[in-house]
């Protein structure tokens, strides 16, 4: 059985066909554009996906959540800067993803906005790079080896780019563990898109969890935080999740704030969101028990697409800009 879906690599969402069970994925867009999560549909006899296809324009800001005017500085001044992921290095450096031609490439640039320099440059698609703990290397999703992306590892310096999974499978949105020891990532080569493992420097990848979780980061030493289908839900629906890899469960499972866009959770007790108000976005944060929600932005112009934060949480990156949509019909993709 076949059939239609939509996955992220962490900026452009594209569409894809899946095979049943073995889940096998084949691309069937491939560019900048997003075509969206929900906004697709494929016609009764499967030869039209109708789609709305998005492209967006940004640049990376900063921003200290201490500031109580909610102050920015930009950072870059590219057209398609950080849409398909940014992270901060330990020393406060900022690796992320830019459009070059029609790929996108992996950068760097020092937290004052000197010294932006291009890490990879290829005919591939680069996306999510995350900096190890020690800040020697970086860990992303590509397309190099042509089809599905797989997970890579690269020295800071953008030497020894080296693949470190493979297969027909799509391995996207990899983390670190805390001691660095460890590479987390999605894949579906089990059938089902669920969270794997595998040793930092490569190796045969385990099943983490099989339950449905779209896993993101450690917020503890054994905590991974990240969205979770609830399907006992009423109705059913995504919510924010957190997992205990000492017992295999979720230890919470709860609602982001409504008008929450871009969200994340910043550690065990806090989360972190954008909320858009005319095409306008803003930055807030919230205690996940009790208090109220704090306004870390006040832009008066642009949307928000992502965010990082640095190993101190002292400093914000954000990707903001703008996009315009289009409805675009797509026949003979099988």
Same mark, same amino acid.
Not at 52 to 71: C, F, M, N, V, Y
Not at 271 to 296: C, F, H, S, V
Not at 311 to 329: E, M
């Given at each position: 059985?076949?059939g239609i879906g939509?996955?992220?690599?962490?900026?452009?969402?594209?569409?894809?066909?899946?095979?049943?069970?073995?889940?096998?994925?084949?691309?069937?867009?491939?560019?900048?554009?997003?075509?969206?999560?929900?906004?697709?549909?494929?016609?009764?006899?499967?030869?039209t996906i109708a789609?709305?296809?998005?492209?967006?324009?940004?640049?990376?800001?900063?921003?200290?959540?201490?500031?109580?005017?909610?102050?920015?500085?930009?950072?870059?001044?590219?057209?398609?800067?950080?849409?398909?992921?940014?992270?901060?290095?330990?020393?406060?450096?900022?690796?992320?993803?830019?459009?070059?031609?029609?790929?996108?490439?992996?950068?760097?640039?020092?937290?004052?906005?000197?010294?932006?320099?291009?890490?990879?440059? @290829?005919?591939?698609?680069?996306?999510?790079?995350?900096?190890?703990?020690?800040?020697?290397?970086?860990?992303?999703?590509?397309?190099?080896?042509?089809?599905?992306?797989?997970?890579?590892?690269?020295?800071?310096?953008?030497? @020894?780019?080296?693949?470190?999974?493979?297969?027909?499978?799509?391995?996207?949105?990899?983390?670190?563990?805390?001691?660095?020891?460890?590479?987390?990532?999605?894949?579906?080569?089990?059938?089902?898109?669920?969270?794997?493992?595998?040793?930092?420097?490569?190796?045969?990848?385990?099943?983490?969890?099989?339950?449905?979780?779209?896993?993101?980061?450690?917020?503890?030493? @054994?905590?991974?935080?990240?969205?979770?289908?609830?399907?006992?839900? @009423?109705?059913?629906?995504?919510?924010?999740?957190?997992?205990?890899?000492?017992?295999?469960?979720?230890?919470?499972?709860?609602?982001?704030?409504?008008?929450?866009?871009?969200?994340?959770?910043?550690?065990?007790?806090?989360?972190?969101?954008?909320?858009?108000?005319?095409?306008?976005?803003?930055?807030?944060?919230?205690?996940?028990?009790?208090?109220?929600?704090?306004?870390?932005?006040?832009?008066?112009?642009?949307?928000?697409?992502?965010?990082?934060?640095?190993?101190?949480?002292?400093?914000?990156?954000?990707?903001?800009?703008?996009?315009?949509?289009?409805?675009?019909?797509?026949?003979?993709?099988?």
């Amino acid at each position: 059985m076949v059939g239609i879906g939509a996955e992220s690599l962490g900026g452009a969402v594209q569409i894809w066909n899946v095979s049943y069970p073995a889940g096998v994925a084949t691309r069937i867009t491939n560019d900048l554009s997003d075509y969206g999560s929900s906004s697709f549909s494929l016609t009764a006899d499967g030869s039209t996906i109708a789609t709305i296809a998005s492209e967006q324009s940004s640049k990376i800001w900063l921003t200290a959540p201490g500031d109580p005017q909610g102050r920015a500085r930009k950072l870059t001044d590219g057209k398609y800067d950080g849409q398909g992921g940014i992270d901060f290095a330990p020393d406060g450096r900022v690796v992320y993803v830019a459009r070059n031609a029609d790929h996108r490439d992996l950068w760097i640039v020092n937290a004052d906005g000197t010294a932006q320099r291009q890490l990879t440059a @290829n005919a591939a698609t680069e996306e999510t790079p995350r900096v190890s703990p020690d800040g020697r290397f970086i860990i992303f999703a590509s397309t190099a080896t042509g089809g599905v992306p797989h997970i890579w590892r690269l020295d800071v310096d953008g030497s @020894n780019a080296t693949q470190l999974t493979d297969g027909a499978f799509s391995d996207s949105r990899p983390f670190w563990s805390p001691d660095g020891q460890w590479i987390y990532f999605h894949s579906w080569r089990s059938g089902h898109g669920r969270l794997w493992k595998m040793p930092a420097n490569g190796g045969t990848p385990q099943q983490v969890t099989d339950l449905s979780f779209n896993a993101v980061r450690f917020v503890g030493n @054994n905590l991974i935080s990240g969205t979770h289908f609830d399907d006992q839900a @009423n109705p059913a629906r995504w919510r924010a999740a957190m997992l205990s890899l000492e017992s295999g469960q979720f230890t919470k499972v709860f609602d982001f704030p409504p008008n929450a866009d871009v969200r994340d959770i910043l550690d065990e007790r806090t989360i972190i969101y954008t909320e858009t108000k005319g095409d306008i976005g803003n930055l807030w944060m919230r205690p996940l028990e009790n208090g109220a929600p704090r306004q870390i932005t006040r832009f008066d112009s642009e949307r928000i697409f992502g965010l990082a934060w640095s190993r101190d949480a002292k400093q914000f990156a954000v990707t903001r800009g703008t996009s315009s949509a289009d409805i675009i019909l797509m026949k003979d993709f099988r």
